[in-house]
């Protein structure tokens, strides 16, 4: 496995539109917050744009749509939108980023040199050969999975200082992670980050969310809360991230925003054991980790 890191100029100015207008839970309000701080009130028709975006945009899923592969994958991503939407409607979105160029290119050109020096500092630490088969190695045995031999396109976009992010939503062979404005110092978490993503882009997909399927009755929920709570235990502050990144185990760290600190250990020590064991997560691993999950109501959403 190998990881190619991509700054793309479209895919930031999707990013960029698609968070200001908050149509998803999962909108970083916070870079909202600095955006604006940064770049000015927005004038009526802005704020009315972004409106317009939402409801055109809060009409499909909420990824791996003709959205992303236009935006990240396509040097032109008109020619690809044109043919999914009426004239109508595709003039609307063209006026939306038409309106919101000047301002992007003021913050892209403000972060371009921070997502270069990142693009080069992860390229650097990355890919190297020991690294990647270790961790392919063991993913695809807690995960049954033969191990790929593949290249995962890694989309550089903005963050805030003190927020990061990923993403699997652009294809199958493509995650995000959101790094301009972090320190470069904590190259080693957004390694992990990457791991992440990568676990939800390829190892999880097969026999682990089968067994999830089956276990939890096709609970869509429950099979996302177990799927996301598995990989916050493997990365990036994890078992694996600490066995393999050198990541310094936080007692005073939560696993996830919503995962009180105190039962870091119970859900570490759980994966701990397949980790030693060298065996595949099964039934009993995914009845365990729901029963923590169900005793403390968690919704990871």
Partial sequence: MKFEFKISKWANFYFFVQNLSEWHFSNRK??????????????????N???????????????KTFFEQSFFKEDNPWLKLENNFTPDKYKTLKDVFDLFKNKFEILYKNDLPFLEQWQKELE?????????????????????????????????????PTRRGGGANIDNASVSVEVSRQPITIAS?????????TVHLYFEKGHFLALAEKKLLNNRDAIYLVKELTVCT??????LAIKFLQINKR??????????????????????????????????????????ASELKLVLK
């Fill in 30 to 47: 916070e870079y909202n917050i600095l955006w604006r701080k940064e770049l000015g009130d927005f004038s009526p028709e802005e704020e």
């Fill in 49 to 63: 744009a972004l409106k317009n975006f939402k409801e055109i945009r809060s009409n499909y899923p909420s990824g």
């Fill in 124 to 160: 650097k630490k990355t890919n190297k050969k020991s690294l990647t088969e270790s961790i392919t190695k063991t993913l695809s045995v807690l995960y049954n999975v033969p191990a790929p031999e593949t290249t995962i396109n890694v989309y550089l976009l903005f963050s805030s």
């Fill in 189 to 197: 978490h957004l390694i992990g980050l990457i791991w992440h993503e």
């Fill in 234 to 239: 493997l990365f990036p502050k994890g078992v």
């Fill in 251 to 292: 007692e005073d760290e939560s696993l996830h925003a919503k995962i009180p600190i105190q039962y870091n250990k119970q859900f570490l020590g759980l994966t701990e054991i397949y980790v030693k064991e060298n065996k595949p997560f099964d039934n009993l691993y995914i009845e365990k980790i729901y029963s923590i």
